[in-house]
C-alpha cells in the first residue's frame, strides 16, 4: 500500500475511532429536561439574553444577576446556539458538547505529541468518556460552565507545553488569550492550574528565561486588560457586582466564609474519595502505575511532566475549598493524558507489549464504555426525580401546553418546591404568550386551576378542598382545579 493510501486510512480509522468512542457525549444529549442547579439558572439567563440583547449583564427574571455570578462567555454561545437550533435543550447544551469534542480531541493531540502513538491517544479519550466525572451531570452532556472550561484549560495548557518545547513568543500570546477565556467562563476556576505551571516551567528550565522574556510581561498585561475591561463594564452596568464577585466567587466562598451563600465544611479527601469511589474508578488503579514511570523515566517527558503536576496542584488546591463533585471535572481528562503517556513510556521498548497494546487497550476501555453508553441511552427518568422536574416534562408536552392559559397557576411544596421548569415557562410566555405565575398556599382560592408536582402539595390540597384532577403527566404531576372547601 502506498505511504499516501496508508495515510488516508489511518485518517478515516482515527475519525471513526473518535466518533464511536464520543458516542456517550451526544447521544440524546437533549433528551433530559434541564437540570438543576447551575443548567437551569444558566438557560434562564440565556434566554433573558436572547430576548434582551444585552450582551453585557446576565440577568434571572428580568433583573442583573446577583448569584449566577460567572462571566457571560458560555450565555454567549448559548446565544448564537439558540438562534441555530432554536430556544430548547440542544440549543442549550450544544456548546457544551462541542467544547467536549474538543476536549476529546485535545488529548489525543497531546497524548500524540509526547508519544507519536495513535492508540495511546485513543486510550486518553477513552479514560476521559468513561470517567462519569467528565460525562456525569454538570460536564460535558449539560449546558453548565465545566465542559467549556475544560477545554479552555486544556488549550492553555497545551500552549504552555508548546512553549516549553519551542520557545516561541507566539505562545504567550496564545496561552495568556486562552486563560483570560477561561476567567470569562467560570472566573478564576482555571487560575488554579497555574501553580503546577509554575512549577512545570521551573523544572524544565524554562522559568528563568521567561521572567526576562519582555513578552511574557506584555502578555500577561494583555490578560488583564482584556478580563478587567469585563469586570469594570459590568461594574459599571451593575453597581455592586464586584462587592459580589468577591464574596460568592472568591475567596470568601473558597473559605466557606461568605455572606450569602454557605456550603458544608470541606473535606480534604472528598476528591480522593470520589475519584476511588466512582468519578474516576475505572481507571484510579492506573494512577500509581503511571507514578511508577514517572520516577523511572525521570521527569524526561514535558507532556507527562505538565499534565502530572496541573491535574495533582489543581486537585491540592480544590481538597482545600468548598467541595462540589463536579469540581473536580477538569483535572480528568489530565488524568487520562498521564495515565496515557505513563503507561506508553512503561512499555516502549517492549516490542511485545506495543504490539498487543491495541487489544489491550480495547479490552480495558469495553465495560466502562459500555456503562458511559448506557448512561446516555437511559430514556427514563429515575422515579426520585419524578418530582422535581415533572413540570418541566408537563411543559415540554405540547399536547398538555395547549391547553393551558394564564389563569393556570403552578403551586409548589413549601421545601422542595425548585424551579427547574422556569427556562419552559419563560419559553412559553415568549412564543406563545401565556404566562404561569406561581402561588403559594396562603393565596389559593376557589376555582383555581394549579399545577402540581409533589405528593405532599396533592395530599394537603385534598385535606383542604375539594380538588379535580383535569390532567396528569406522571403519578406525581397533575393540573387540578380547587372546587370548594373540604367538608370537616
Known amino acids: 500500500m502506498k505511504l499516501k493510501s496508508r495515510r488516508s486510512v489511518q485518517a478515516v480509522l482515527i475519525v471513526v475511532g473518535f466518533v464511536i468512542l464520543s458516542v456517550p457525549l451526544w447521544l440524546k444529549i437533549d433528551h433530559l429536561p434541564i437540570r438543576l442547579w447551575d443548567e437551569a439558572r444558566n438557560a434562564v439567563n440565556a434566554l433573558e439574553m436572547f430576548e434582551s440583547g444585552d450582551l453585557t449583564t446576565r440577568t434571572f427574571n428580568n433583573q442583573p444577576e446577583t448569584y449566577n455570578l460567572k462571566p457571560p462567555m458560555l450565555t454567549w454561545l448559548q446565544v448564537l446556539s439558540f438562534r441555530v437550533f432554536g430556544v430548547n435543550e440542544l440549543g442549550v447544551r450544544f456548546p457544551s458538547l462541542v467544547a467536549s469534542?474538543?476536549?476529546?480531541?485535545?488529548?489525543?493531540?497531546?497524548?500524540?505529541?509526547?508519544?507519536?502513538?495513535?492508540?495511546?491517544?485513543?486510550?486518553?479519550?477513552?479514560?476521559?468518556?468513561?470517567?462519569?466525572?467528565?460525562?456525569?451531570?454538570?460536564?460535558?452532556?449539560?449546558?453548565?460552565?465545566?465542559a467549556l472550561l475544560i477545554a479552555f484549560s486544556l488549550l492553555f495548557l497545551i500552549a504552555v507545553y508548546k512553549y516549553s518545547i519551542t520557545k516561541q513568543t507566539k505562545f504567550l500570546y496564545i496561552g495568556s488569550t486562552l486563560l483570560a477565556a477561561g476567567v470569562l467562563t467560570k472566573s478564576v476556576t482555571i487560575l488554579m492550574f497555574l501553580p503546577g505551571v509554575f512549577l512545570f516551567l521551573l523544572l524544565t528550565k524554562n522559568g528563568l528565561p521567561t521572567l526576562k522574556n519582555k513578552h511574557f510581561y506584555l502578555s500577561v498585561l494583555l490578560f488583564f486588560v482584556g478580563v478587567g475591561s469585563y469586570y469594570l463594564l459590568r461594574e459599571f452596568n451593575q453597581p455592586g457586582y464586584l462587592s459580589f464577585v468577591w464574596n460568592d466567587e472568591l475567596f470568601p466562598r473558597y473559605l466557606n466564609k461568605s455572606k450569602n451563600?454557605?456550603?458544608?465544611?470541606?473535606?480534604?479527601?472528598?476528591?480522593?474519595?470520589?475519584?476511588?469511589?466512582?468519578?474516576?474508578?475505572?481507571?484510579?488503579?492506573?494512577?500509581?502505575?503511571?507514578?511508577?514511570?514517572?520516577?523511572?523515566?525521570?521527569?524526561?517527558?514535558?507532556?507527562?511532566?505538565?499534565?502530572?503536576?496541573?491535574?495533582?496542584?489543581?486537585?491540592?488546591?480544590?481538597?482545600?475549598?468548598?467541595?462540589?463533585?463536579?469540581?473536580?471535572?477538569?483535572?480528568?481528562?489530565?488524568?487520562?493524558?498521564?495515565?496515557?503517556?505513563?503507561?506508553?513510556?512503561?512499555?516502549?521498548?517492549?516490542?511485545?507489549?506495543?504490539?498487543?497494546?491495541?487489544?489491550?487497550?480495547?479490552?480495558?476501555?469495553?465495560?466502562?464504555?459500555?456503562?458511559?453508553?448506557?448512561?446516555?441511552?437511559?430514556?427514563?427518568?429515575?422515579?426520585?426525580?419524578?418530582?422535581?422536574?415533572?413540570?418541566?416534562?408537563?411543559?415540554?408536552?405540547?399536547?398538555?401546553?395547549?391547553?393551558?392559559?394564564?389563569?393556570?397557576?403552578?403551586?409548589?411544596?413549601?421545601?422542595?418546591?425548585?424551579?427547574?421548569?422556569?427556562?419552559?415557562?419563560?419559553?412559553?410566555?415568549?412564543?406563545?404568550?401565556?404566562?404561569?405565575?406561581?402561588?403559594?398556599?396562603?393565596?389559593?382560592?376557589?376555582?383555581?386551576?394549579?399545577?402540581?408536582?409533589?405528593?405532599?402539595?396533592?395530599?394537603?390540597?385534598?385535606?383542604?378542598?375539594?380538588?379535580?384532577?383535569?390532567?396528569?403527566?406522571?403519578?406525581?404531576?397533575?393540573?387540578?382545579?380547587?372546587?370548594k372547601k373540604a367538608k370537616k
Open 101 to 146: 469534542l474538543v476536549s476529546l480531541f485535545l488529548v489525543f493531540v497531546w497524548v500524540f505529541l509526547s508519544t507519536k502513538s495513535k492508540w495511546f491517544g485513543f486510550l486518553a479519550i477513552g479514560v476521559t468518556v468513561t470517567s462519569s466525572a467528565f460525562y456525569g451531570e454538570h460536564v460535558s452532556r449539560f449546558g453548565d460552565h465545566d
Open 261 to 483: 451563600l454557605t456550603f458544608q465544611e470541606p473535606d480534604t479527601l472528598y476528591y480522593i474519595n470520589l475519584l476511588v469511589g466512582g468519578s474516576f474508578s475505572y481507571w484510579f488503579w492506573l494512577i500509581p502505575i503511571a507514578v511508577v514511570s514517572l520516577v523511572l523515566n525521570k521527569l524526561q517527558n514535558n507532556g507527562f511532566l505538565l499534565a502530572c503536576l496541573s491535574a495533582f496542584s489543581f486537585l491540592a488546591i480544590i481538597s482545600k475549598g468548598t467541595s462540589n463533585f463536579w469540581y473536580m471535572a477538569p483535572i480528568v481528562p489530565l488524568l487520562a493524558v498521564f495515565v496515557s503517556i505513563g503507561l506508553f513510556t512503561l512499555i516502549k521498548n517492549n516490542k511485545k507489549l506495543l504490539w498487543i497494546s491495541p487489544l489491550l487497550i480495547l479490552g480495558c476501555l469495553f465495560y466502562p464504555y459500555k456503562v458511559a453508553y448506557s448512561y446516555a441511552l437511559r430514556s427514563t427518568e429515575p422515579h426520585y426525580n419524578l418530582e422535581p422536574y415533572g413540570i418541566s416534562y408537563y411543559l415540554k408536552n405540547e399536547l398538555y401546553v395547549n391547553n393551558l392559559s394564564s389563569k393556570n397557576y403552578i403551586l409548589l411544596d413549601s421545601v422542595y418546591g425548585f424551579e427547574p421548569h422556569l427556562f419552559y415557562s419563560k419559553n412559553i410566555e415568549r412564543t406563545k404568550g401565556v404566562v404561569f405565575e406561581r402561588k403559594h398556599f396562603g393565596n389559593i382560592k376557589l376555582g383555581d386551576t394549579l399545577l402540581i408536582t409533589h405528593n405532599s402539595t396533592y395530599n394537603w390540597l385534598q385535606k383542604q378542598y375539594s380538588v379535580k384532577t383535569l390532567d396528569s403527566i406522571n403519578s406525581y404531576t397533575k393540573r387540578v382545579w380547587i372546587q
